[in-house]
């Protein structure tokens, strides 16, 4: 079983290549590559490799399927005893990634 567990915008997320996963809004058009460097922890059929905070040489290939925004939050403030109310809704940018390969940058 291979997967890593990477760094994305702040995040911490278990990936495995061939699957597909929604990130906070990464700039770019559909059909482009990025890649991951900040690689936590890596596991090849038995190895794991720990990173010290990062494992420097493996790096990460994901290309960007599509952009979408997740399901709507509804925010709804209320000041007691001033009869003020606000209702907002808000819906995050995501992008979807798909997974492509890790690969040894040595």
Aim: aromatic content about 10%; hydrophobic content about 35%.
């Amino acid at each position: 079983m291979l997967y890593a567990i990477i760094e994305a915008d702040g995040k911490q997320m278990w990936i495995e290549p061939g699957k597909y996963y929604d990130v906070n809004y990464i700039p770019g058009e559909p059909g482009d590559y990025i890649q991951f460097n900040k690689v936590l922890v890596l596991r090849q059929e038995n190895d794991i490799y720990v990173g010290k905070p990062c494992i420097q040489s493996i790096i990460i290939k994901a290309k960007i399927l599509k952009h979408l925004k997740s399901k709507k939050i509804t925010v709804f403030k209320i000041k007691p005893k001033k009869n003020s109310r606000k209702k907002q809704g808000h819906r995050q940018k995501l992008t979807r990634l798909l997974i492509e390969e890790f690969y040894n940058q040595i």
